[in-house]
Structures are given as C-alpha cells and as structure tokens.
C-alpha cells in the first residue's frame, strides 16, 4: 500500500466557534484538546508512540504548528514478523492558529505517557493610553 | 459509553488502514510469542486491565479529564474519554503466566508466549 498514511495535514483554530461546526474528530491522529483558564491555554494531544525527539512545536506569525514523526516499522527482520500493523507511522502535522493575544516566547511544553502539552500564557490586556491631546 | 473492539490476533488482513484509532494495535510474530504494542495515550497503569478468559485477551482501559469549572473554557474536546476495549483470541492454551505487560509512553506492551500444544503420543500397538 503505497502512499498511505505517510503524511497528514491538518488545520485548526484555537477558536473553533469562528468557523463551520465540524463534526468530532474524536479518535483520529493527533486527537487535541484545549482549555481556556483565566491566564492560560492549555492545549493537549494524543501522541501516542511518538517519541519526544521525534516531536517538534513553533510559532511562527501567530501559527502555532506540531509536527510529529514516527518511522514505519520493519515488515519482517529479526525482531519477528509483523502481521498486524495498525499504529501510524510516517509524519503529521496540525497547525492552530493562536494569535497575536498570547506570550509566544514563554510557551512551555512537556510530554509525557504519549501526551503532549503546551502551556500557552496570554499575554497582559494592553490597558488603553491616555492620550492627551495638547490644545493650542 | 464504552467502546468494543474484538480481534483475531491471527487475521491481521481485514484491520490495514485502522492507523487512527484509539488502541490502534501493531502485533509481531516470534517463533516463541507474539508482541503487541497497543497506543493508549494518557492512559494510566492504574486505569488498564487485562482479563483472559476462554483464550481471549481483554484490554479494558479508562481515562477521563478534569471537569472545566466556571471561567474556563473548552475550545477543543476531540480526545476519546471514557471506557475503551479491545479483544484478542490468542488460544486456549495461554494462561497468565504467558503474558507479561508494560506501559511506556502511551503505548501497552504485551508480550503472549506461544502455547505450543503437546503433540499427541503415538502409540504403537504391538501385534502378536
């Protein structure tokens, strides 16, 4: 089977309201959520038997873009044969956009037990200037 | 809501393409056993079970999120929380004492050593 499964791409908003009702993704590759809290996002991704040199995260221009890599597993070699092969391999990608309303440079991420997770501060509500206008 | 999965270990043909799956599984062949490696991503050790019963391995898994309270918000909720399953014929010879499990970065590895029947003693029937 050629050409399968050896690279997905896929595109997201952090706010999903904005765009057409998609229909649940639940159980697909690179299953995601994201939380809101008072200060933060949290966003969390199933990434299961990837492993963390394998996983890369950026922003660029507001584009916050996961890329995740998994090589295929040998057919038949000495560590057996295989003769089931369901588990992704090859490389996806999955952008959201997040905006200009976040500390992009003090995003923290970690993954652990097949899960990554980024952090993402929002950045301080600019407080509007007061402009004093000088009155000639 | 739990979700059900049942398998033969040994028909690997039908199940090409399921590569997205929760509990997507990747079965190897050894002479003496079988490895399985099965993505259960976030899952705890604490929350996976395996029950053999009748020859067949059953793999019950649960994991859940904590619940939003007021002034925060879900934005996205695609990940499969809840009780999945997934079942395997490995024989009826197989006992517990054949299989050995670990959990490492999402992913449950089990290996099931081959139950090799004893093959029947032939016996020769001495004729006078």
Redesign the interface.
């Known amino acids: 089977?050629l050409f399968?499964?050896t690279f997905s791409d896929l595109y997201?908003t952090?706010?999903?309201?904005v765009r057409d009702p998609a229909p649940?993704?639940?159980?697909?590759?690179m299953?995601?959520?994201?939380?809101?809290?008072?200060d933060r996002?949290e966003l969390?991704m199933?990434?299961?038997?990837?492993?963390k040199e394998n996983i890369t995260a950026e922003v660029k221009e507001g584009v916050l873009t996961i890329h995740a890599k998994r090589e295929a597993?040998a057919q038949e070699n000495a560590?057996?044969?295989?003769?089931?092969?369901?588990?992704?391999?090859g490389e996806c990608r999955r952008s959201f956009t997040i905006g200009e309303d976040v500390e992009q440079d003090a995003i923290r991420a970690a993954f652990a037990?097949?899960?990554l997770t980024l952090t993402i501060p929002k950045a301080a509500p600019k407080l509007p200037e007061n402009r004093r206008i000088a009155i000639s | 809501m739990t979700r059900n999965y049942t398998n033969d270990?040994?028909s690997?043909a039908e199940?090409?393409?399921?590569?997205?799956?929760?509990m997507?599984?990747?079965?190897?062949?050894?002479e003496d056993r079988y490895?399985l490696?099965i993505?259960?991503?976030?899952?705890?050790k604490d929350n996976v079970q395996l029950d053999l019963q009748d020859g067949t391995l059953t793999i019950l898994a649960s994991r859940s999120?904590a619940e939003?309270v007021e002034?925060?918000?879900?934005?996205?909720?695609?990940?499969?929380m809840g009780k999945c399953r997934r079942s395997f014929y490995i024989g009826e010879g197989t006992t517990n004492e054949d299989i050995s499990a670990s959990l490492t970065?999402?992913?449950l590895f089990l290996t099931v050593r081959k139950h090799v029947p004893e093959k029947p003693k032939a016996v020769t029937i001495h004729i006078d």
């Open positions: 089977m399968t499964n997201d952090l706010f999903p309201e649940r993704r639940t159980n697909a590759l299953s995601t959520d994201i939380t809101e809290y008072a996002y969390s199933d990434l299961a038997g990837f492993s597993p560590e057996g044969k295989l003769i089931r092969s369901e588990r992704f391999s037990d097949g899960v | 270990l040994f690997a199940n090409r393409g399921r590569t997205e799956g929760l997507s599984t990747d079965v190897r062949e050894f490895e490696s993505n259960l991503p976030g899952f705890s999120r939003i002034g925060e918000k879900r934005h996205l909720s695609e990940r499969f970065d999402g992913v």
